[in-house]
T-cell receptor
């Protein structure tokens, strides 16, 4: 069955370190998204991609970057982790634009 | 444990009863709406969607109602089961004259089903 996976599921890092969160989908979807989820907020969009070599900034993109070298993967990089980036991160993919996004299980990141 | 359910509005229902979860959306330009279910420690799971040219859409045990006049969306779950316990949130997609905006997610409602 097609699926979307994220790794690691849990990560503890220190302020200033570079961190990369992996997202892999086997749906063959062109559209992929990264969100963060925090108490008191709905899911907030970090970056998204409509296809290979395409990346776009979302609502809360500062301090994050993504790259899309193939259809299946959209890794999210925190260039220099900050305590404000402690959050649960979700990757999603969709077949058509913003419709019916399928979410991964999430990565809980703690920045000390 | 999962912290996403803390500090959210909570709806507590008895097993077997019907549940109604409400969502007020913000953008009158939104033309597409989704309901998601999120269980503790898991990613959001798509439940049902509806486009703005419809008032009602039914799925298996779930119905979504859309009232564009008052910008209100509701999710009805029939014969609620313990497995329905989760956080439910809506999402809207604005359409700016043919250019689609990002999904805007609500903060959610925690549904608790009592056996």
């Amino acid at each position: 069955d097609a699926e979307i996976t994220q790794s690691p599921r849990h990560k503890i890092t220190e302020t200033g370190r570079q961190v990369t969160l992996a997202c892999h989908q086997t749906w063959n979807h062109n559209n992929m998204f990264w969100y963060r989820q925090d108490l008191g907020h709905g899911l907030r969009l970090i970056h998204y991609s409509y296809g290979v070599q395409d990346t776009n900034k979302g609502e809360v993109s500062d301090g994050y970057s993504v790259s899309r070298s193939n259809t299946e993967d959209l890794p999210l990089t925190l260039e220099s982790a900050a305590s404000s980036q402690t959050s649960v991160y979700f990757c999603a993919s969709s077949e058509m634009g913003w419709d019916e996004q399928f979410f991964g299980p999430g990565t809980r990141l703690t920045v000390l | 444990g999962e912290s996403v359910g803390l500090h959210l509005p909570t709806l507590s229902v008895q097993e077997g009863d019907n549940s109604i979860i409400n969502c007020a959306y913000s953008n009158s330009a939104s033309d597409y709406f989704i309901w998601y279910k999120q269980e503790s420690g898991k990613g959001p799971q798509f439940i049902i969607d509806i486009r703005s040219n419809m008032d009602k859409r039914q799925g298996q045990r779930v119905t979504v109602l859309l009232n564009k006049t008052v910008k209100h969306l509701s999710l009805q779950i029939a014969a609620t089961q313990p497995g329905d316990s989760a956080v439910y949130f809506c999402a809207e997609r604005p359409d700016y004259g043919g250019s689609q905006g990002n999904l805007i997610f609500g903060k959610g409602t925690k549904l608790s089903v009592k056996p």
